[in-house]
């Protein structure tokens, strides 16, 4: 019988390493992976749970205004890829994971609906955080939703705004957690680091832990705060600290039995939320009264920090957080003179910049290590190593309570978006489009009328009673107080101009009486 079981372990070990060598670059399963890189069969076997990935998408990303609004952050954003940083980070899952969860507030609920809609990601759970709490609690929601099916489901907690350039390294690092997260034990990921980096937390590297293939996996010495840059560089010669990630790996039921053990408070609020939980359209949404009552904590604090189960695996895979935009320039593709150029510049005698143009022309000229950001609203120009300190124009612009905080001129909604063209004393136009199928809600105004002119489709207007089909360069009138709705019934996009005028222009001056997406009063 050992006989037969070793040669089967090597014509099986053989077949795996031939199929790997001959498709390097397609997405290998968990066993294809373990065999080719000489897991054994104990291994593998004991990784055999199910991994939930948890896409944490909470976060305004002020560091990278304008190009990031409170209402648009940067894991919205195509700032490395043609595709978001929330679907980057999709498409980078091992596909035997999964449907990931999704957690992020009731603003950006539809931006995620919509993202992963985008990437065909149809089994996807949503779960709407009334309000901001950090991640101890927002894991908790999570890990409670996958005890209702399996409490020992290993969580694999993401961040929908890094970039991980070298998926399969990430794939090994997520396998050698798991073998640890079976065993019971909380992992966390390290970062090699590449330089004395003073805007990370660190991790210091404990006894190497024993396993059969002997993997790289630590106990964890010591969470460290964000250092100063000497005390950084002493943590870089050393060699035994890690840049701290916010990326984990654990069974659901071990981190609740920590969270219990070091915040039961945490855990009672959460618990308490979900068991009023309710599901609207594709979201689940736990009581917010219940929610609101739990404190405001990190996973680092609440359990990592304490726990006596704290391992890290150390992952060397290209991985930026993209916390500013030098980070930005640095995961972006340069040029010849170290520049990142995006959309409508003109470059002359320019080097070791980043410029990004949405709105118009950009030229530069004898210029270095500048990062030059044009929207629509605002402009922004910086010296590449000052960028930290963009959030003390938004602190700044907020006191003064300034809208270019939080929203871009082109705002996206359920239905589709709508970019504000101009405006002035009683009136604003807006350049309007609805997705194929959409329909606004049926709603009214109580101090503005709206002229519409359809540019390009066709839209299904009604008015009070009144139901009609409009079409390019066709055009209505809305009334104060009429009750009015507009729907895509085709199959191409409804582009239309709006012209509203009145005494009042808020987007808070709608009444609504139906709404498919969930928005009626």
Same mark, same amino acid.
């Given at each position: ?30 066993? $294809? ?52 940083? @929330?679907?980057?980070?999709?498409? +980078?899952?091992?596909? $035997?994971?999964? !449907? ?15 993202? &992963? ?9 949503? @779960? @709407? ?9 927002? &894991? ?46 909380? &992992? *966390? ?6 330089? !004395? ?56 039921? +071990?981190?609740?039995? =920590?969270?219990?053990?070091? +915040? ?83 470059? %002359? ?29 605002? &402009? ?15 602190? =700044? ?47 009214? %105004? ?19 009673? =009144? *139901? ?15 009750? %009015? ?37």
């Amino acid at each position: 019988m050992l006989l037969i079981y070793i040669l089967i372990s090597i014509l099986s070990r053989s077949y795996f390493l031939f199929h790997f060598k001959n498709k390097p670059n397609a997405l290998l399963s968990r066993l $294809e992976y373990s065999f080719a890189n000489g897991m054994t069969m104990n291994q593998i076997n004991s990784v055999n749970l199910p991994i939930s990935p948890i896409v944490m998408c909470g976060g305004s990303g002020t560091r990278l205004w304008p190009l990031s609004r409170s209402q648009f952050p940067k894991q919205f954003l195509p700032l490395v890829n043609e595709t978001s940083m @929330l679907q980057d980070t999709l498409a +980078r899952l091992p596909s $035997e994971h999964q !449907a990931p969860v999704f957690i992020c507030n009731e603003d950006h609920r539809f931006l995620v609906a919509e993202q &992963v809609k985008q990437v065909k990601c149809n089994d996807a759970t949503i @779960l @709407l955080e009334p309000q901001g709490r950090n991640t101890a609690p927002a &894991v908790a929601l999570a890990a409670l939703n996958a005890s209702l099916t399996n409490k020992d489901t290993l969580l694999l907690v993401l961040a929908a705004d890094h970039v991980i350039k070298d998926k399969i390294k990430f794939h090994q690092a997520v396998s050698v957690a798991a073998v640890s997260a079976q065993q019971g034990k909380l &992992v *966390t990921f390290g970062i090699v680091p590449t330089h !004395a980096e003073t805007g990370y937390g660190y991790i210091k590297k404990g006894t190497k832990q024993d396993n059969e293939k002997g993997d790289a996996t630590y106990s964890v010495a010591q969470f460290v705060e964000k250092p100063n840059e000497e005390t950084a560089q002493t943590y870089l010669d050393s060699g035994e600290y890690l840049w701290n990630s916010g990326m984990f790996l654990f069974k659901a039921s +071990r981190y609740l039995e =920590e969270l219990e053990k070091f +915040r039961p408070d945490i855990l009672a609020s959460c618990q308490e939320a979900m068991t009023k939980v309710e599901k609207d359209l594709d979201f689940t949404r736990p009581d917010r009264e219940a929610f609101l009552t739990c404190a405001d904590e990190s996973i680092d604090y609440a359990v990592m920090e304490k726990t006596a189960d704290a391992v890290v695996v150390p992952l060397d895979a290209g991985w930026s957080d993209v916390g500013s935009y030098s980070a930005l320039w640095e995961v972006c593709q340069q040029d010849d003179q170290q520049n990142v150029l995006k959309g409508d510049v003109i470059a %002359h005698d320019t080097h070791n910049s980043y410029i990004h143009s949405q709105n118009k022309l950009i030229a530069t000229l004898g210029v270095d290590n500048l990062v030059v950001i044009d929207t629509p609203d605002a &402009v922004l120009i910086a010296d590449k190593d000052k960028v930290q300190n963009v959030k003390e124009i938004v602190n =700044e612009l907020k006191a003064k309570q300034r809208s270019e905080t939080n929203l871009h001129r082109e705002v996206y909604r359920p239905w589709g978006k709508y970019d504000s063209v101009d405006s002035g004393e009683r009136f604003q136009v807006k350049r309007i489009t609805v997705n194929p199928g959409a329909k606004l809600s049926v709603q009214m %105004h109580h101090h503005r009328a709206e002229h519409w002119i359809i540019v390009s489709g066709t839209a299904k207007v009604t008015l009070d009673d =009144e *139901t009609i089909l409009l079409s390019e360069n066709q055009s209505t009138y809305i009334p104060i107080g009429v009750v %009015h709705a507009l729907e895509n019934p085709g199959k191409l996009p409804l582009e239309m101009i709006e012209v509203q005028s009145g005494s009042y222009l808020g987007e808070d001056d709608i009444v609504r009486f139906e709404d498919r997406y969930g928005r009626a009063k």
